[in-house]
């Protein structure tokens, strides 16, 4: 009687071992999508120095613009429209001349861009002799201004 026992609750904890190992496998799943659309998120800033390892930053936005405009950018619909315009290539945004009179003074004013444009990793930015000059530049847009 005692071997039956023994038996027993060996084919039991077996049988569970068994169980639980398969159970585990089957349940597991390839994640799904959760957005039918690439994603679009990004983080400017704007800050005081020569180069983007040494500018202090100043002010920093959050734009989100999939599946819709939102985040911490003051205007963040109309950011989002700008950046779809020139297919998130921040260059475009930055005008070369402007009928805008500044002084020369050198105090260099940084401005970022990091994160994903349509599914894909962007990095990006511009630096300007002083804040006249930064403004004259970036023009009447507003994703690079906030």
């Not at 994640?31 to 704007?46: D, E, M, N």
């Not at 040494?54 to 985040?71: K, Q, Y």
């Not at 940084?110 to 990793?121: F, L």
């Amino acid at each position: 009687m005692r071997r039956t026992l023994k038996a027993t609750v060996a084919a039991a904890a077996a049988a569970v071992c068994v169980l639980t190992t398969t159970a585990g496998i089957a349940q597991a799943e390839a994640p799904k999508p959760t957005s039918l659309y690439a994603p679009s998120a990004l983080v400017f800033t704007v800050g005081h120095g020569e180069n983007t390892a040494t500018a202090t930053v100043e002010r920093a936005v959050t734009l989100t613009c999939a599946p819709r405009p939102a985040g911490s950018h003051p205007a963040a619909a109309a950011a989002c429209a700008e950046l779809a315009a020139v297919d998130g290539r921040f260059a475009e945004l930055v005008g070369a001349e402007s009928s805008v009179v500044c002084t020369k003074e050198w105090r260099p004013v940084v401005v970022t861009a990091d994160g994903v444009w349509g599914g894909r990793h962007v990095q990006w930015s511009a630096t300007f002799p002083n804040a006249c000059m930064m403004k004259a530049g970036l023009g009447e847009g507003v994703a690079l201004t906030f």
